[in-house]
């Protein structure tokens, strides 16, 4: 192993949040997974990951989420930046610093925007360079979204997520997102779903064509009317009071609502951004949801925000 040629003393990447749009669930394949066709859309729920130059590997977190977040080597920001250090040679260690705004276990991708985050801060601060297709080749070794949100905008994913296609779409969209207190694992939800589904034969998954078109034509409405989520059901046997969320947030007057991924946080389309306010106002005041946030989509993906590559 050697030591980093390049040497910048730290690096912060700003990385978003994801949205499922559109999340259909094919047959559990041989390693595990489940083959998926999903639409995902990033958005304006952002964690900042700081990569340090330090004497030994660390990880610090802050933001309202803090204490949920793992420190040890189980921590996939992590992992992401020791994976670049061994497959270039470096062996310096780093502090890893996590700023985190996106709800921890919540079908959000939080923990694949701090692997992405790490990715791009450690390439940025040992000069890397690397090629996209490294990054998004070691990004999706981490995990099925972190591509995605490596990548952020609107595409469509397959394989296990992973595999990136890039969709035509207009607009801006504004989401109200219901955050449950309560995390729900994403293998505890893709095993209930298969539970659920019991012996049914399940057909491959493809983007649908209402989905499309919507993106295509930028109506909001068209777009409410075509979310889905197939794991919506799994992830409202585990957590049934979600089901109260959604249907009060479509009662106040969202176009559209879904579980967000694996979810719990459900996710409310509406048709402006007076709108969402609107919206988080009555859900707050009903007391059905807890904790609600605003954001807009689609946004950038992963970027860096101050170190080496904000000088030049
Ligand atoms: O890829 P990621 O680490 O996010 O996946 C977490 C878990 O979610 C997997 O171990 C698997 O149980 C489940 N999963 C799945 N099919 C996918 C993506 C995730 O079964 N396409």
């Not at 933001?63 to 977040?69: E, M, R, S």
């Not at 409310?268 to 609600?292: K, N, R």
């Amino acid at each position: 192993m050697t030591s980093a040629a390049t040497t910048h003393r730290s690096v912060t990447v700003r990385v978003p949040a994801k949205v499922n749009l559109e999340l259909k669930v094919g047959p559990r394949r041989p390693d595990g997974f489940h083959e998926l066709s999903t639409v995902y859309m990033a958005v304006g729920l952002h964690d900042e990951v700081t990569v340090v130059q330090a004497d030994r590997w660390s990880v610090l977190v802050s933001g309202p989420y803090a204490d949920q977040v793992p420190r040890d080597e189980t921590n996939l920001a992590l992992r992401a930046a020791r994976a670049v250090g061994r497959q270039v040679g470096i062996d310096d260690p780093l502090s890893v610093l996590i700023h985190k705004e996106i709800p921890v276990a919540g079908g959000m991708a939080g923990g694949s925007a701090d692997a992405a985050g790490a990715l791009l801060a450690c390439d940025h601060l040992w000069g890397l360079g690397l090629p996209r297709e490294d990054l998004l080749e070691t990004a999706a070794d981490l995990g099925s979204d972190v591509p995605f949100v490596l990548t952020g905008g609107i595409a469509v994913g397959s394989g296990r997520g992973e595999r990136l296609a890039p969709v035509l779409a207009r607009g801006t969209y504004h989401w109200v997102l219901a955050v449950s207190p309560d995390g729900l694992s994403t293998p505890a939800v893709y095993a209930e779903c298969d539970r659920l589904r019991g012996d049914a034969d399940v057909p491959t998954p493809e983007p649908t064509t209402g989905m499309m078109t919507a993106l295509r034509s930028g109506d909001v409405k068209a777009l409410g009317a075509a979310l889905s989520n197939d794991l919506g059901d799994a992830a409202l046997s585990l957590q049934p009071e979600l089901g109260e969320v959604l249907v009060a947030g479509l009662e106040f007057g969202a176009v559209g609502g879904l579980v967000s991924g694996s979810g719990p946080t459900v996710a409310f389309l509406t048709e402006s951004p007076e709108a969402a306010l609107d919206l988080c106002v009555s859900l707050t005041a009903s007391g059905v949801a807890g904790e609600v946030r605003r954001a807009k989509g689609p946004v950038h993906g992963a970027h860096v925000v101050a170190g080496p590559s904000t000088r030049g």
